[in-house]
């Protein structure tokens, strides 16, 4: 069942400062969203510092427009996450991080190769990389969503990684899982 508005922003807040609490993101970079209804997402507000996120903060866009209420911008990245829910009826909550170990995999280009049989499960066997494209634009959002496909998430050539699920819990869960399998990948090579 979806969340209010009320719950989702409260929620969203909750998210945004365990994001920056976990290192998942760096400074004001990343993002988190969830979808209200068919019309109607709410998304972080654009260059603000998660660690001080409030609910009030949370900015209401129109999936199908981009059209958003108030004088603060969403976040710059708001066409991937209506990319993302037009294409993925499914998806209910989106989270964009800048994790340390998913940008060493969005730096070269590569895919993520889950080797631990206990993440499989959760978020496939393999999380694809999308090709790159400037932030912030529809050919980002596009490349995201084709990368993406129907899994749980990819890695953004030059840029993050983003994960989505049934809510923000499971977005945010599947947004550790990777960064936890994209350590293990480095580290298992790193010590060899």
Same mark, same amino acid.
């Given at each position: 069942?979806?969340?209010?508005?009320?719950?989702?922003?409260?929620?969203?807040?909750?998210?945004?400062?365990?994001? $920056? +609490?976990?290192?998942?993101?760096?400074?004001?970079?990343?993002?988190?969203?969830?979808?209200?209804?068919?019309?109607?997402?709410?998304?972080?507000?654009?260059?603000?510092?998660?660690?001080?996120?409030?609910?009030?903060?949370?900015?209401?866009?129109?999936?199908?427009?981009?059209?958003?209420?108030?004088?603060?911008?969403?976040?710059?990245?708001?066409?991937?996450?209506?990319?993302?829910?037009?294409?993925?009826?499914?998806?209910?909550?989106?989270?964009?991080?800048?994790?340390?170990?998913?940008?060493?995999?969005? $730096?070269?280009?590569?895919?993520?190769?889950?080797?631990?049989?206990?993440?499989?499960?959760?978020?496939?066997?393999?999380?694809?990389?999308?090709?790159?494209?400037?932030?912030?634009?529809?050919?980002?959002?596009?490349?995201?969503?084709? $990368?993406?496909?129907?899994?749980?998430?990819?890695?953004?050539?030059?840029?993050?990684?983003? $994960?989505?699920?049934?809510?923000?819990?499971?977005?945010?869960? +599947?947004?550790?899982?990777?960064?936890?399998?994209?350590?293990?990948?480095?580290?298992?090579?790193?010590?060899?």
């Amino acid at each position: 069942m979806p969340l209010s508005e009320e719950e989702a922003r409260n929620v969203m807040a909750e998210y945004g400062r365990k994001l $920056a +609490r976990t290192g998942l993101v760096q400074g004001t970079w990343g993002n988190i969203s969830v979808r209200l209804d068919d019309k109607y997402m709410l998304c972080t507000p654009s260059g603000t510092d998660y660690a001080r996120t409030q609910p009030e903060d949370m900015i209401k866009v129109e999936i199908k427009t981009l059209k958003y209420e108030g004088d603060v911008k969403p976040t710059s990245e708001k066409n991937m996450h209506q990319a993302i829910y037009l294409a993925r009826p499914d998806v209910q909550a989106i989270v964009h991080t800048h994790s340390k170990y998913a940008c060493v995999f969005a $730096a070269a280009e590569m895919p993520l190769e889950v080797e631990e049989e206990e993440l499989v499960p959760e978020i496939g066997q393999v999380i694809d990389c999308s090709s790159y494209a400037l932030s912030g634009t529809s050919k980002l959002a596009r490349n995201v969503v084709k $990368a993406m496909k129907d899994g749980v998430g990819c890695i953004i050539a030059h840029h993050g990684m983003v $994960a989505c699920g049934q809510n923000i819990e499971e977005a945010y869960s +599947r947004c550790e899982k990777i960064e936890q399998a994209a350590e293990r990948y480095i580290n298992k090579r790193w010590e060899k």
